[in-house]
């Protein structure tokens, strides 16, 4: 399939997965062309903060010879602190580059930065909307561990508002006998949207307010961090602390379970979890690197149909 921005998970397919993932198994072999983006620039425009999409995606680029352009916190140090809308900016950037790595903190921002750039446009998260490469390598990581797709996967916290929880349970809808917990506060819950895509899709879930559901029944637990920036004050306190993974869940979980988290975490999962083999939440963002690098691959492939 031919992907020229990478804004939304809708966009892929299951073969278009496996011919990525395919790509990311020769880079980590270090099967992979070392020079193949010798000449290309990628610019990173985030709105946000980031440790770990930034870095990897910069990263990724430099390790396939490309080169990085750059702005520290788009939102202040870029002329959008003087009023220029993204559409002026992405206008701009896509003629110093040949492709925008783009977060922001409004929910479609990477669509309408899209409709303006003659460059592809990579969605690195906006608002509370879509993070399709974190999913990428949250999948990419889980059939790492588990090679048939009919696992359950239990998503816990703050299924409303984290970006890559929406992205994630999309590609997992593509595999029918993938099953979902979905654990969360009522005002937290999953949206509609995604309701009727499971129901569409066949895939069996259930919702439930009970961490203790997911932890016995999962092959995957999906820890979210409750969210400062994407909720009120007065929920932030509420839901904060919550769900908490420690050495007691440890205890109910099934023994080949895997916990993972797209990260920073807060106090949503212990210290004292890290040690535990399950915990995969460190070797998950290693991925993001192999994901992010084979994605410039597979964009950049000038032979690809
Ligand atoms: N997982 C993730 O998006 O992390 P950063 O916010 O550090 O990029």
């Known amino acids: 399939m031919k992907l020229r921005h990478i804004i939304s998970a809708k966009q892929f397919d299951k073969n278009t997965l496996s011919n990525l993932f395919s790509i990311v198994d020769k880079i980590k072999a270090k099967k992979y062309p070392k020079n193949a983006l010798r000449g290309k620039i990628m610019a990173t425009l985030f ?22 352009v750059a702005t520290d916190n788009a939102a202040e140090f870029s002329s ?18 040949d492709v925008v790595v783009l977060r922001h903190f409004v929910s479609g921002a990477s669509e309408i930065a899209a409709s303006y750039s003659k460059v592809p446009v990579i ?15 949250d999948l990419y990581t ?9 696992f359950t996967v239990a998503m816990v916290g703050d299924l409303a508002t984290y970006r890559s929880v929406h992205s994630l349970s999309y590609l997992l809808t593509l595999y029918p006998r993938v099953k979902f917990i979905f654990v969360s506060p009522d005002k937290l819950r999953i949206f509609p949207e995604l309701r009727e895509r499971l129901k569409k ?31 009120t004050k007065s929920d932030y306190k509420k839901y904060f602390g919550v769900y908490v993974i420690d050495k007691n869940s ?11 988290h797209a990260l920073p975490r807060i106090n949503e999962i212990t210290k004292d979890v890290d040690k535990d083999p399950r915990a995969i939440y460190f070797e ?15 964009l950049f492939d000038p032979v690809r149909d």
């Open 80 to 97: 959008a602190i003087k009023g220029e809308t993204l559409e002026d900016t992405i206008r701009v950037v896509n003629s110093f580059c």
């Open 250 to 260: 440890l205890k109910l979980m099934k023994k080949n379970a895997v916990i993972m």
């Open 201 to 231: 899709s066949g895939n069996e879930f259930t919702e439930t307010d009970k961490l203790v559901d997911g932890l016995r029944e999962a092959d995957v637990i999906y820890q979210t961090r409750i969210q400062k920036e994407r909720l």
């Open 123 to 137: 969605n690195a998260g906006d608002g509370s909307h879509e993070h399709p490469t974190q999913a990428l390598l």
């Open 47 to 68: 709105y946000e903060p980031s440790t770990r999409t930034r870095l990897s995606f910069e990263s990724a680029m430099l390790r396939l010879g490309g080169s990085v």
């Open 142 to 150: 889980i059939f790492s561990k588990f090679k048939n797709p009919d």
């Open 284 to 298: 998950e963002a290693q991925n993001g690197l192999y994901v992010r690098m084979a994605l410039l691959l597979y």
